[in-house]
């Protein structure tokens, strides 16, 4: 049974910082692996995805890396601002199925 | 807006009572899921239909629950007898088979207060 982690679970960082974000999943025999941002009552915006045959996909400040033989993803988030402040969630495809697992998210507060 | 819509956003029911949500997905998305989130959680999934078919369903989705998609298009997701416990955001997401891998795409949400 497919099992996602997510570390820390609560992050505030100062306006400016770099700043990584884990996942870590236990079925290594995934499809792809979506990050999403999550604001306060609102619902998902994706923010990156990976298929399996990718080691890393980049958007703007966001660099989303996968190892699959080690069940891991980070997300990257250069140069922080306080519009960054969110949850951040990870979801995880597992081959042969077709509902994502989802980690229970990083909430995110940059400090301006 | 050509994204997943649903509607209401925000439902607030007593116990006991019925509610139905409905989800319209992205044009041509032949893939429509339904997941639930609690507070502090996670998104954990619920159902799924290809098409009008509705394939899988999580052992989350009691007999209170149902959900249909009436000719492969909009979906409606009702609740039976809402019980404290099913206060949560329910979310619908669609994808297309043959695009980028399954991606999914979430709509806003219903947000469901059972009293």
């Known amino acids: 049974k497919q099992e996602v982690t997510q570390i820390p679970a609560a992050l505030s960082v100062p306006e400016g910082e770099n700043l990584v974000l884990n996942c870590s999943f236990t079925?290594?025999?995934?499809?792809?692996l979506q990050w999403f941002r999550q604001d306060p009552g609102k619902g998902l915006t994706s923010l990156l995805l990976?298929?399996?045959?990718?080691r890393e996909q980049t958007s703007g400040r966001l660099n989303a890396s996968l190892d699959k033989s080690s069940g891991r993803s980070t997300l990257y988030i250069a140069a922080s601002q306080p519009g960054d402040s969110a949850t951040y969630l990870c979801?995880?495809?597992?081959?042969?199925?077709?509902?994502?697992?989802f980690g229970t998210g990083t909430r995110l507060k940059v400090l301006a | 807006d050509t994204g997943v819509s649903q509607d209401p956003r925000h439902k607030i029911t007593k116990r006991g009572q019925n509610v139905t949500f409905r989800c319209d997905p992205i044009?041509?998305?032949?893939?429509l899921y339904w997941y639930r989130q609690t507070l502090g959680q996670g998104p954990e999934f619920l159902t799924y239909?290809?098409?009008?078919?509705?394939?899988?369903k999580s052992r989350l989705l009691s007999d209170r629950f149902s959900a249909e998609r009436p000719k492969g298009s909009f979906s409606t997701l009702e609740i039976q007898r809402t019980e404290q416990g099913d206060s949560a955001m329910y979310l619908c997401?669609?994808?297309?088979?043959?695009?980028?891998?399954?991606?999914?795409?979430f709509g806003p949400g219903t947000r469901l207060t059972v009293l």
């Open positions: 239909f290809q098409n009008e078919a509705q394939l899988e």
């Open positions: 990976i298929q399996s045959s990718q």
């Open positions: 079925d290594s025999a995934i499809y792809n």
């Open positions: 997401a669609s994808s297309l088979t043959v695009e980028r891998n399954n991606e999914q795409f």
């Open positions: 979801a995880v495809l597992t081959s042969g199925t077709y509902k994502y697992i």
């Open positions: 044009s041509e998305h032949n893939r």
